[in-house]
């Protein structure tokens, strides 16, 4: 029996719990500037714009602090970003850190709703009720745990627009959509780390060029604004923070607490072996939009960096779920247990406050098994045959 669509009462209930929910983390982003990861990106930008070097992590973290009040900084605050992010945001470091940070709360919602505009889009295409799509979207996207990076000023908003518009260039314009999903991985790469592998098992070699040719035009634009040495310092510091203290989501951030960064590794190697046998078991019912989406899930599942505010990018499989039977109900509740277990995670203690891990494997394994080899044909693979866009 079909499941009938949502009310347009329940779905007003949402949306506004939804709205208050993003109201509440762009109310403590302006509050609260001692928990905002705005600081790193407007040190460094700062930095730049006085031709210094924004990579000299023990200066930028003094000066950092200094901003927020703190004389005796408790951790470092390292830039690991490209030098583009810091360039694009002079004008920002020209100006007082309580004045950015406002400037830079308001681009961030501008590119939260482009982007889920940009989903919702991508979700109506799809043979499905389309009120119920965009309502899915945006519970996917704005969930407890991704709000958090609104508020700590996190570039996942940024990440979230570039692969937002590479999915919906798929499948028609492979290589433009592999270039921005290249340019949002080489920012955040834990959250795409086995999206070009999941795209080479699905026969997407335009769409893998593109993301080549993304990352690295990035990476040799970095040269272009600061000295080699710089770059080869941003290099380090990128990996510097691998694995994750403990509040990862990823089954790797539980091995950190047990057995520190070493086991940490230990846990993300085989984990990634196994994802990528089960990508490679139903890669016969993937498309390019589903393997992203797929591949964006396990990526976060077995990174040994990830953090709650990263679960922004299950937007994206929210998007591409109307492409495969049962794909929707299986991130419908994925989304109500990332919210409840969000919620009990903000109080617990390490090595207990894991939870949202399990909501996350919980959802891998639901993707999987609606596209194993034994079910119907993936309705994607029933589109793409049919010319659909």
Avoid at 68 to 78: C, E
Avoid at 128 to 154: F, K, M, N
Avoid at 282 to 293: F, H, I, N, S, Y
């Amino acid at each position: 029996m079909p499941i009938p669509p949502l009310t347009a009462r329940l779905r007003i209930v949402v949306y506004a719990a939804l709205l208050a929910l993003v109201g509440e983390a762009s109310w403590s982003a302006v509050v609260d500037l001692t928990h905002s990861d705005f600081i790193v990106f407007w040190e460094a930008a700062r930095r730049l714009a006085a031709h210094t070097d924004p990579y000299n992590a023990s200066a930028a973290s003094a000066a950092a602090w200094h901003q927020l009040g703190i004389a005796h900084p408790p951790y470092p605050l390292p830039y690991p970003y490209l030098p583009e992010l810091a360039w694009l945001l002079t004008p920002l470091g020209r100006l007082s850190f309580s004045a950015a940070d406002v400037i830079w709360l308001g681009v961030s919602l501008a590119g939260l709703i482009v982007a889920v505009a940009v989903l919702v889009v991508v979700a109506r295409r799809q043979p499905s009720p389309a009120h119920d799509r965009a309502l899915l979207v945006c519970a996917a996207t704005v969930t407890l745990a991704s709000a958090s990076g609104i508020a700590e000023g996190q570039l996942d908003v940024v990440v979230l627009l570039l692969t937002a518009l590479g999915v919906a260039l798929l499948p028609g314009r492979r290589f433009a959509a592999g270039v921005l999903l290249g340019v949002a991985a080489v920012n955040k790469p834990q959250i795409f780390w086995l999206v070009p592998l999941a795209l080479l098992m699905v026969r997407e070699w335009r769409t893998v060029a593109g993301m080549v040719t993304g990352a690295v035009a990035a990476f040799a634009l970095g040269f272009l604004l600061v000295p080699s040495s710089e770059m080869v310092e941003w290099l380090r510091q990128l990996f510097q923070g691998y694995p994750a203290p403990s509040s990862t989501v990823a089954f790797p951030g539980i091995a950190t607490d047990v057995g520190g960064p070493p086991a940490a590794l230990l846990t993300a190697i085989p984990l990634a072996i196994i994802a990528l046998a089960a990508v490679w078991w139903v890669r016969e019912r993937l498309d390019a939009r589903t393997a992203l989406g797929l591949g964006i899930v396990l990526s976060l599942l077995v990174a040994p960096h990830d953090y709650s505010h990263d679960l922004l990018l299950v937007g994206v499989v929210a998007a591409v779920a109307g492409l495969v039977t049962g794909w929707p109900r299986a991130v419908a509740l994925a989304i109500i247990a990332i919210d409840v277990t969000a919620f009990v995670d903000g109080w617990l203690y390490p090595p207990w406050d894991h939870l949202e891990a399990l909501a996350l494997a919980g959802l891998a394994i639901a993707l999987i098994w609606q596209v194993r080899p034994t079910t119907a044909p993936a309705q994607a693979a029933i589109l793409e045959g049919a010319g659909v866009p």
